[in-house]
């Protein structure tokens, strides 16, 4: 008898998002729908003792509710916590060359420090 693994599509990745979100709306539903990045960054202790940074560019699809208030709170610097599935998107370009990029499809964003409110509102200091 085989054993079949258990199908388990997990991700949680801590980052700062690299631009401001754009919101598009698609589907006869006018669906929200946005594409952030997040700039991982990991630290090691490199063959020389000394310690390396590494950077890894992740791109996290955000779709509905999620989306809806992206380009008010994901702004460039927000440090976050992505949690959600892996996703594999795969097409052709106007040449026929195939392409293909995985991603997070996001399930729960956690915003770590909001971004500052710039309404005009708030008196300029002297």
Request: glycine share 6%; proline share 3%; charged share 30%.
């Given at each position: 008898?085989?054993?079949?693994?258990?199908?388990?599509?997990?991700?949680?990745?801590?980052?700062?998002?690299?631009?401001?979100?754009?919101?598009?709306?698609?589907?006869?539903n006018n669906?929200?729908v946005?594409?952030?990045?997040?700039?991982?960054?990991?630290?090691?202790r490199?063959?020389?003792?000394?310690?390396?940074?590494?950077?890894?560019?992740?791109?996290?699809?955000?779709?509905?509710?999620?989306?809806?208030?992206?380009?008010?709170?994901?702004?460039?610097?927000?440090?976050?916590?992505?949690?959600?599935?892996?996703?594999?998107?795969?097409?052709?370009?106007?040449?026929?060359?195939?392409?293909?990029?995985?991603?997070?499809?996001?399930?729960?964003?956690?915003?770590?420090?909001?971004?500052?409110?710039?309404?005009?509102?708030?008196?300029?200091?002297?």
């Amino acid at each position: 008898m085989s054993l079949r693994p258990p199908s388990i599509n997990n991700v949680s990745i801590a980052g700062n998002i690299v631009r401001d979100a754009v919101v598009n709306h698609v589907g006869t539903n006018n669906v929200a729908v946005t594409t952030i990045t997040v700039a991982h960054n990991q630290r090691y202790r490199g063959k020389d003792d000394k310690w390396q940074e590494t950077v890894a560019f992740i791109d996290v699809e955000v779709w509905g509710t999620l989306a809806d208030r992206a380009e008010e709170f994901y702004k460039k610097g927000v440090p976050v916590i992505v949690e959600g599935s892996l996703k594999s998107n795969s097409w052709k370009d106007k040449e026929g060359k195939s392409h293909s990029r995985i991603l997070v499809r996001a399930d729960r964003i956690h915003i770590l420090s909001f971004p500052d409110k710039k309404d005009g509102s708030e008196e300029e200091e002297e």
